[in-house]
């Protein structure tokens, strides 16, 4: 490979990067040399990828119950999440909660691989709140008219009526007569709702009594007074 040194071998191993011609010669006369008529290179030692970052990660909702994970573009790579299986594309979607390190792979060199130096975690999906349920039910009077629930509380929710408007108090208060359904949503989680089977009936406000009236009046006579006056004469 350089028209000094010789072997028997036709094998030329552990080449540094370099350009090489090539040298054959006549083992019964050492001035019988052929060169080759153009150079043979070993190339540079592939540079290996910069290590993986991400670019974002998606963590799994009640809604959308699986993480995504995307790795920094890089020219000329192939990317994967378990050292095995790489892909073209840099994004990786539908994951299941777990621990994940980042490969890339030179895609010219397979030997080429770089991981993460840290594991990124996609979290477990997260608990839905359990089935709210009432505290108390103040129904309408005359006196207020206007109905109150109270909804049992729960750490880490917010409370609604309608699944539309949430509010952190567990009471609501001047209510119309209607029928209402309970909902408790995770405040992490805004996809993590959970409404009460059954509704709760704010009643019609009661209906006051008929105004008042007389169905007799008896009025004081003469032998009533008579009567009277007489006992107090003869006391």
């Keep these: 490979m350089d028209g000094i040194t010789y072997q028997s071998s036709n094998v030329f191993t552990a080449l540094a ?29 592939p ?52 621990t994940y390190t980042l490969y890339v792979r030179n895609t010219l060199d397979n030997t080429c691989v770089t991981p993460s130096s840290s594991a990124i975690t996609i979290n477990a999906i997260p608990t839905p709140p359990t089935e709210p349920t009432t505290v108390s039910v103040v129904q309408p009077t005359c006196g207020t008219p206007s109905g109150s629930i109270t909804i049992t509380t729960q750490a880490g929710v917010a409370y609604s009526l309608d699944g539309i408007t949430y509010q952190s108090s567990n009471v609501f208060t001047a209510l119309a ?40 009046v008896v009025q004081p006579t003469s032998s009533i007074l008579c009567r009277r006056l007489r006992r107090r004469t003869t006391l």
Aim: aromatic fraction near 6%; include cysteine; glycine fraction near 4%.
């Design 17 to 45: 990067p370099n350009t090489y011609t090539l040298y054959v010669r006549n083992t019964a006369d050492n001035t019988c040399v052929t060169p080759s008529s153009s150079a043979i290179t070993i190339n540079a030692i």
């Design 47 to 98: 540079t290996p990828p910069v290590e993986p970052t991400t670019v974002s990660v998606v963590q799994p909702t009640c809604g959308t119950p699986s993480g995504n994970i995307t790795i920094t573009t890089q020219a000329g790579v192939a990317y994967s999440l378990d050292g095995i299986t790489y892909q073209s594309s840099n994004v990786f979607t539908a994951l299941a909660p777990n």
């Design 177 to 216: 007569p209607n029928t209402y359904t309970l909902y408790v949503r995770n405040t992490a989680d805004n996809t993590c709702v959970t409404p009460s089977s059954s509704a709760i009936t704010i009643n019609a406000i009661p209906t006051p009594p008929v105004e008042p009236t007389t169905v007799s």
